[in-house]
């Protein structure tokens, strides 16, 4: 298993939509996990952080899943600017790890009228 | 505001040339800083890792003598990329880590594109 896999993709779906996109991760022993959103040319953006059993934020909703070891993120009510590359995130453990993160290979969406 | 800044934000250059890439935390000091390279239609991929005041590690696969890293102070870390070739053509972010690592901060990106 890849330390990081999300779905492939691309989701495309119109506005008002309810979309989910899962993440699975490798290291069972991950604490904390993040959604981040790219841009198309842009660095990427923290859009949320997991480090229970979820979060919401709005029309955003993320999910952890330690047994199976994944992670969703649910959009509700799509907007046209929810259009991005949502990428899944996994600190890396361990002591010579500080600050790295391992990145999915990112979830491309794109909301249409 | 912007936390981290890098410049330059895009570079063309001829292949064979070395191109210099700067990554600044402007709030803050960051000991550690990180370089992650992305591909057209691929993920973020960290390349190395800066440390103030010792010699950068590099990530499994990445060439040590042709990414060259200089973490000159507190607020500043170079790259590098020298006789770049078109294969290097990609896009350079740094990041610098926060508190106990799980906040980054990412600057905006550089892209180079090596003819």
């Known amino acids: 298993r890849k330390e990081v896999e999300q779905d492939p993709g691309p989701f495309n779906v119109p506005e008002g939509a309810t979309v989910a996109f899962n993440c699975t991760y490798s290291n069972s022993a991950s604490q904390s996990f993040f959604w981040y959103r790219q841009d198309c040319r842009k660095e990427p953006k923290l859009l949320m952080s997991?480090?229970?059993s979820g979060n919401e934020d709005g029309r955003f909703t993320a999910q952890l899943n330690r047994a199976s070891q994944y992670i969703s993120l649910l959009i509700r009510d799509s907007k046209l600017s929810d259009s991005a590359t949502y990428l899944c995130v996994v600190p890396r453990a361990g002591g010579t790890s500080y600050g790295k993160l391992t990145f999915g290979q990112g979830t491309i969406l794109t909301v249409h009228p | 505001g912007a936390v981290v800044s890098q410049h330059p934000s895009w570079v063309i250059c001829k292949s064979g040339t070395s191109v210099k890439i700067e990554c600044r935390s402007l709030?803050?000091?960051?000991?550690?800083m990180f370089w992650y390279r992305q591909f057209p239609k691929q993920s973020l991929m960290l390349m190395a890792t800066s440390n103030e005041g010792s010699k950068a590690t590099y990530e499994q696969g990445v060439e040590k003598d042709k990414f060259l890293i200089n973490h000159a102070s507190l607020t500043l870390s170079t790259l590098t990329v020298t006789s770049a070739h078109p294969e290097d053509s990609s896009f350079y972010i740094c990041s610098a880590p926060w508190g106990s690592g799980e906040t980054q901060y990412f600057g905006p990106g550089t892209r180079l594109l090596v003819l």
């Open positions: 997991v480090y229970s």
């Open positions: 709030d803050f000091q960051a000991t550690t």
